[in-house]
């Protein structure tokens, strides 16, 4: 898992909550990346962040919120407009993508149920 | 578009024997090729990748991969497998023209028998 921290382990959400998963890495990483786990469906992409102060929607950004103040930090915040936000998340980082070979390296991950 | 097929949900193998994990990818362009291994209620762990160059690719603990262009495919191999290896493999794709997006296929799962 490297350099990159996620935390909290576990997250609980009651409904209509919003919660913030913390993701922070001492790799000097300009790129940074979320990733949400389903079981039998691979990692699917939900923002990225190229930059300080830049980021993208990935494949599946709605219900989900992201900043990227520090190069160091990149916090997703799941709000209560995610309908069905039980899952694993990933954060990952890679130096800044300029050739398509850079390799993405992943936190340990935060698995997120709901009351 | 880009996309990878691990066409084997999970695989079966007794321990010393060889293992193969299966995948099989499309891009418009020259791919870039990952794999990855997970352990369970762990982050992912980089394995090895293919950008250019030869074929046959080595990686970390006894791992390797062949890339092989005319099938599209980048099978994960290790020549005596460990009860340790067992975990959850996922192969990823990226073309030239997705700079930072990697396609992951749906994972398989890795069961090694002593």
């Known amino acids: 898992d490297g350099g990159i921290t996620q935390s909290p382990k576990y997250l609980f959400r009651k409904e209509g909550q919003n919660v913030t998963l913390s993701c922070e890495q001492n790799?000097?990483?300009?790129?940074m990346y979320w990733y949400r786990q389903d079981p039998g469906q691979g990692l699917r992409l939900i923002y990225y962040s190229q930059i300080v102060n830049d980021f993208q929607k990935g494949d599946i950004a709605e219900g989900y919120s992201v900043s990227r103040e520090k190069k160091e930090s990149f916090p997703l915040t799941v709000t209560s407009a995610q309908k069905n936000p039980t899952a694993f998340y990933l954060c990952?980082?890679?130096?800044?993508?300029?050739?398509?070979?850079?390799?993405?390296?992943f936190g340990p991950g935060t698995r997120l149920l709901v009351l | 578009a880009q996309s990878v097929a691990q066409p084997e949900d999970q695989v079966n193998v007794a321990e010393g024997n060889p293992l193969t994990v299966k995948c099989t990818y499309s891009v418009s362009g020259n791919p870039y090729l990952f794999w990855y291994v997970q352990y369970p209620n762990r982050g992912l762990q980089f394995l090895l990748k293919?950008?250019?160059?030869?074929?046959l690719v080595k990686g970390s603990y006894g791992f390797e991969a062949e890339f092989n262009k005319s099938q599209t495919s980048f099978h994960l191999k290790k020549p005596s497998a460990l009860v340790s290896d067992s975990a959850l493999y996922f192969c990823a794709v990226r073309d030239a023209d997705s700079w930072g997006k990697l396609q992951f296929g749906a994972g398989t799962q890795v069961v090694v028998t002593p």
């Open positions: 990952a980082s890679s130096i800044r993508p300029t050739s398509g070979r850079e390799t993405q390296y």
């Open positions: 293919y950008i250019t160059g030869d074929n």
């Open positions: 790799l000097n990483h300009d790129a």
